[in-house]
């Protein structure tokens, strides 16, 4: 069983950045593809990036493709997501997830194939 917990969220203005990480403690954190979510209010938790057990393999929603950049360090249990050129419509509850996975180069993209969430962390970007 993994728990994940998420840290690097905060205020930032339009066009700044931001490191998002995400450090599992279960064991296992090897045998699970990775993803990021968000959710801002009023509207529905949306998929933003995932990344594969080893790492090779990425996929991003088009809303952040170019702007984010998922990577993991295994040896570490941790999953980063580093946000740039952030805008006001990024602003949202960022979380990870992990989805076991049979393959090293598969992602997952549906939030309900993910077994395990951390509690999430506040981006907001202002204007």
């Known amino acids: 069983q993994e728990q994940l917990v998420e840290s690097g969220g905060g205020l930032v203005q339009a066009g700044g950045s931001l490191r998002l990480s995400c450090a599992a403690s279960?064991?296992?954190?090897?045998?699970?593809?990775m993803g990021w979510f968000r959710q801002a209010p009023g509207k529905e938790r949306e998929f933003v990036a995932a990344?594969?057990?080893?790492?090779?393999?990425?996929y991003y929603a088009d809303s952040v493709k170019g702007r984010f950049t998922v990577s993991r360090d295994n040896a570490k249990n941790t999953v980063y997501l580093q946000m740039n050129s952030l805008k006001p419509e990024d602003t949202a509850v960022y979380s990870c997830?992990?989805?076991?996975?049979?393959?090293?180069?598969?992602?997952?993209?549906?939030?309900?194939?993910?077994?395990?969430w951390g509690q999430g962390t506040q981006v907001t970007v202002s204007s």
């Open positions: 997830a992990a989805a076991p996975h049979t393959s090293s180069f598969g992602v997952v993209v549906k939030s309900y194939d993910y077994d395990y």
């Open positions: 279960g064991r296992t954190f090897e045998s699970y593809c």
């Open positions: 990344i594969s057990r080893s790492g090779t393999n990425t």
